[in-house]
């Protein structure tokens, strides 16, 4: 059984672009959170996916964006970066859409924004 | 509001045991969750427990819940150098979204 993988592990943008991020979710697994965790805090909530459709979303502006595809993998999508979305994005996959289903974690994207 | 606690530096020596403490603020959440994180690296879950509990122990690892003042702690026995990492307590929000502390950082010295 594979885990929750995440690519890239680094990333390094300028203000202004674009990023796509991407989670391979855990085998047997279809639903993915993502989440932020800037530097000195605590993961926030950015949103879940649960059967390719968006099933809960935090405060953060539709600037960000995601997709689950059929194989239950995902892509978090930031336009228009700015210097404060440099963060470490993590991905958790859980078994289904049940709010209560433990959500396991992969290592996380390290996004700079120049 | 939805609000978890923690304070943000413990420090311990090799073997002691550690308490970590945490207190949330949304009384509906149903489960409360303690994951790891090491440096460079992402969340490993430890142990959680459900809201009608007030103990749970797995192995090293004990959480008590005191929902009356709404307090989580996590208690490691006999603390090795190899758990020096940064601990978050969680609650389970709405629609699964789960709301993280600020993170303790644990340092154990030899």
């Known amino acids: ?114 | 509001g939805e609000d978890v606690e923690q304070s943000l530096f413990l420090s311990v020596r090799e073997g002691d045991s550690s308490v970590i403490n945490c207190t949330y603020t949304d009384s509906s959440s149903t489960y409360l969750y303690w994951y790891k994180q090491e440096p460079g690296a992402g969340l490993q879950l430890l142990t959680y427990i459900f809201s009608n509990m007030d103990m749970k122990q797995d192995q090293r690892l004990t959480v008590l819940l005191n929902k009356k003042d709404k307090h989580l702690s996590l208690r490691i026995a006999d603390t090795q150098t190899g758990d020096s990492a940064i601990y978050f307590c969680a609650g389970l929000g709405q629609g699964g979204k789960l709301i993280f502390g600020q993170g303790t950082e644990l340092s154990v010295k030899p």
Not at chain 1, 26 to 48: D, E, M, R
Not at chain 1, 56 to 73: A, C, I, K
Not at chain 1, 76 to 103: F, H, K, M, P
């Open chain 1, 1 to 114: 059984e594979t885990g929750v993988t995440q690519s890239p592990t680094h990333l390094i943008k300028t203000r202004g672009q674009q990023v796509t991020l991407r989670c391979s979710s855990q085998s047997g697994h279809n639903t993915v959170s993502w989440y932020q965790q800037a530097l000195g805090q605590g993961p926030q909530f950015i949103f879940q996916y649960y059967r390719e459709e968006e099933n809960g979303r935090g405060n953060f502006p539709p600037r960000f964006s995601g997709l689950q595809f059929p194989n239950y993998s995902s892509e978090l999508n930031v336009n228009a970066l700015e210097l404060d979305d440099s963060a470490l994005y993590l991905c958790a996959s859980s078994l289904s859409g049940r709010a209560s289903d433990t959500q396991y974690f992969g290592p996380g994207t390290r996004l700079t924004v120049l």
